[in-house]
């Protein structure tokens, strides 16, 4: 079956450790996207990308990075730099027709302890 | 930044009820998007209505958008504790199609 995975589902770090989030799409996607929503709020854009080795920043970009190596694959790192990495971070892919909506991983919980 | 804004923020309802969740935005789309959020989950687009369309079905769902308004609604029919979960409308802008602007959400809680 197609999908998006991200793995892993739970995470916890150390403050000051960077760490590295997966996201695997398998459904011939050309745009990846990464999303942060933190608890009862909606989804703020960190980073997006509609071509191999090509990505774009979105709303809150800072103390995060990515890359774009392989069409299937859209890794984030959360850096020493973000002040406050605690969240649920969604990954997405779609299709570059923006009449078609976004497929969304399962999500990972990332914890700094 | 947030284009979306969802209206109510929550929302509680007896199995059985209509549902009507409404998004409100600020500048001009070529689509706006609903999704479902389960608690701890990824989201799950429902249903795209363009902006040239002014309401669109989907089995229990029923979206209308008003351009004049910049304004959506969502209602779910005859629903079901299956239907517990978060609402977000999605924007894709005019002349910035290549991300969409999601909203706060509602969050719907349907009682047995």
């Known amino acids: 079956d197609g999908g998006i995975t991200q793995s892993p589902k739970y995470l916890f770090r150390k403050e000051g450790q960077n760490v590295t989030l997966s996201c695997e799409q398998n459904l011939n996607h050309d745009a990846m996207y990464w999303y942060r929503q933190d608890p009862g709020q909606g989804l703020r854009l960190i980073y997006y990308s509609q071509i191999v080795n090509d990505f774009q920043k979105g709303d809150i970009a800072e103390g995060y990075s990515v890359s774009r190596e392989k069409k299937e694959s859209f890794p984030l790192t959360v850096t020493s730099a973000q002040k406050n990495p605690t969240a649920f971070y969604l990954c997405?892919?779609?299709?570059?027709?923006?009449?078609?909506?976004?497929?969304f991983g399962s999500g990972t919980r990332l914890t700094v302890v | 930044s947030q284009q979306g804004e969802e209206d109510p923020q929550a929302l509680s309802i007896q199995e059985g009820e209509n549902a009507t969740m409404n998004c409100s935005y600020k500048t001009s789309i070529n689509n706006l998007q609903w999704y479902r959020q389960n608690s701890g989950r990824g989201l799950v687009h429902l249903i795209l209505?363009?902006?040239?369309?002014r309401e669109k079905h989907s089995g229990r769902l029923r979206v209308t958008l008003d351009t004049s308004k910049k304004s959506s609604s969502l209602l779910i029919t005859a629903s079901r504790a299956a239907d517990t979960a978060s609402y977000f409308c999605a924007t894709d802008v005019i002349y910035n199609t290549d991300k969409l602007i999601f909203g706060t959400g509602t969050r719907l809680q349907v009682f047995p």
């Open positions: 209505i363009r902006s040239n369309e």
């Open positions: 997405a892919s779609s299709i570059w027709d923006s009449n078609y909506g976004y497929t």
